[in-house]
């Protein structure tokens, strides 16, 4: 499980540094082209260089989810646009925010809303953020392969489906307001200062490693290297 929070204030190389210092491995941001709070390519370069790898969400107001399919294509399209733009890599993942206590009968409109979303992001996973039974309701629909739930209008309950929960609001932590949230796996972060690494490539640097050991490298050494290729391709160390 990673440390990580959400914030609308953008960081600097200062405050990123301070928040990688503490222990925080991700810090959720917002993908949106036009504002205050969006994340900039500048802002990731920042990030990413401090350390800490970036999960992008999208919301533009709370309740724009209830466009429904067509407010979806259009959100999904300047997502995808705004990501490339600022250096996101294919393959991570764009949540789209659902911000407020959806009711069942608003629920298939949430879902065609996601659903539009993912169809206008091929080159990205797409997840959603929002309470238990939004979560739990577009995951059983299989209309995104991500999740993110808060604890808000959740009534103690968490999804076995969440890759990411948000279990606290308004904390203020190195000078900035943020919310805090736990990663559990696969939940599509990315930086800008490396390619992920897959099992295969970390699994080859490992028999490299296993040689320089039979050359007379240090055994401590040497399973202390294999480890951090290990966890860097989400492998258990040993």
Known sequence: MAKGFDCATPLT?????????????????????????????EE??????????????????????????????ADGATAAQTAYSIGQPPGSTIYFA??????????????DYIRAASEATPDFNTGVYGSYSVVEAVSASGACSRFWQTYAWSSGKLSDAAHLYQYRNN???????????????????????AE???VEDANQLIEILKGLYNAGIGQDEAHRLANALRRASGQPEE
């Open 13 to 41: 190389a200062e405050t990123a540094a301070s928040f990688a210092a503490d222990g925080y491995s991700f810090v959720c941001r917002y993908l949106v082209p036009t504002g205050w709070k969006r994340l900039t390519a």
């Open 44 to 73: 990731a370069a920042v990030i990413s260089e401090a350390g800490l790898n970036i999960v992008s969400v999208f919301e533009t107001t709370a309740n724009r989810p209830l466009g429904g399919r067509s407010a979806g294509l």
């Open 98 to 111: 659902v911000d407020f206590d959806a009711t069942s009968e608003q629920m298939q409109t949430v879902i």
């Open 171 to 193: 904390v203020q932590v190195n000078g900035i307001t943020v919310d805090l949230d736990e990663s559990y796996g696969n939940e599509g972060w990315w930086n800008l200062m």
């Open 196 to 198: 992920p690494l897959t």
